[in-house]
C-alpha cells in the first residue's frame, strides 16, 4: 500500500505541474537530442566513421549532461520552490556534475550487484525448470532494486545542495524496504505492459497507437524522476504523501 502511495504521489507530481514540466524539461531535452544526433552522425559524416566511437561516447555524454540538468531542476522546483520563471532552467554546474556523478555510481552498484547473481545463480537452477529461473531472476533484480532505491535519497540530496553519504540514505529509508519492493513490482509491471504495448503497435503500424506508448514512456520517465524527489521529500524531510 506504501509503495503505491509512493507512486501515485509521484504521478499527481508530475500531472498537477505539467507546466513546469514543459519550462523544465522541453527546450534542453530538444536541444540534448538536436546535440546527440549533430555529434553522432554529423561529426561522423564530417570525419568519417573511424571517429565515431569516440564522438558516439561525446554525444552520449552531452545528452546524460542535459538531462542531469533538467533532473537537478526539477528537484530544486519540487523540494526547494523554485519555479522555472524562463523556458531555460538555471544550470548550476557543480549540481550537475555531482548528480551525473552519484547517479553513474549508483548505475554501477546495480550493476555490480546483479550481474553476478543472474549470471551464477539462475544458471545453477535450470535443473529446477525454467520457471524457478524466472522468479529467481525476479527476485534477484526486485532485491537489488530495492537496496539502491534505498541508496538513491543521494541523489535529490545533491540537487538541494544538502549532500548526505549513502549509509545515511541507507539509514533514512530503514523502513522502506517492503514499500520500495512493492514500487519495484508494481512499477515493473505497468512498464512491461507499456513495452508490450510499444511492440504490438510498431508490429501493426498503428501511428496513433505508437504516439500514445511514446507519451506514456515519457511519462514513465517523468515518474521515476518525481519517485527520487518523493523519497527525499518523504523519508528525509517527512512530508506527507496521502
Not at 204 to 232: K, P, Q, R
Request: hydrophobic share 60%; glycine share 8%.
Amino acid at each position: 500500500m506504501q509503495g503505491w502511495k509512493l507512486f501515485k504521489h509521484a504521478l499527481r507530481m508530475v500531472i498537477g505541474n505539467w507546466r513546469e514540466v514543459l519550462r523544465i524539461f522541453f527546450v534542453p531535452m530538444i536541444l540534448g537530442i538536436v546535440v546527440f544526433f549533430a555529434f553522432l552522425f554529423g561529426v561522423t559524416f564530417l570525419l568519417g566513421e573511424g571517429v565515431l566511437p569516440v564522438f558516439a561516447f561525446a554525444a552520449i555524454l552531452a545528452y546524460v549532461t542535459v538531462a542531469s540538468w533538467c533532473i537537478v531542476s526539477w528537484h530544486r522546483f519540487v523540494l526547494l520552490e523554485e519555479r522555472p520563471t524562463k523556458w531555460l532552467p538555471p544550470f548550476d554546474f557543480s549540481a550537475v556534475v555531482f548528480y551525473f556523478l552519484r547517479g553513474f555510481g549508483l548505475g554501477l552498484i546495480f550493476f555490480v550487484l546483479a550481474m553476478p547473481l543472474l549470471l551464477v545463480v539462475v544458471p545453477s537452477l535450470e535443473a529446477f525448470g525454467a520457471f524457478a529461473s524466472i522468479i529467481v531472476a525476479i527476485a534477484v533484480l526486485v532485491g537489488v532494486s530495492v537496496f539502491c532505491m534505498r541508496l538513491s535519497l543521494v541523489l535529490p540530496a545533491v540537487a538541494v545542495d544538502e549532500p548526505m553519504t549513502m549509509r545515511e540514505s541507507f539509514a533514512a529509508t530503514k523502513q522502506a524496504t517492503l514499500p520500495f519492493a512493492g514500487l519495484v513490482v508494481t512499477y515493473g509491471a505497468l512498464q512491461a505492459g507499456l513495452n508490450m504495448m510499444s511492440e504490438y503497435f510498431a508490429d501493426t503500424e498503428n501511428l496513433l497507437g505508437m504516439l500514445a506508448t511514446f507519451v506514456g514512456l515519457i511519462l514513465f520517465g517523468l515518474i521515476n524522476i518525481s519517485l527520487l524527489t518523493t523519497f527525499y521529500g518523504h523519508y528525509v524531510e517527512g512530508r506527507a504523501i496521502d
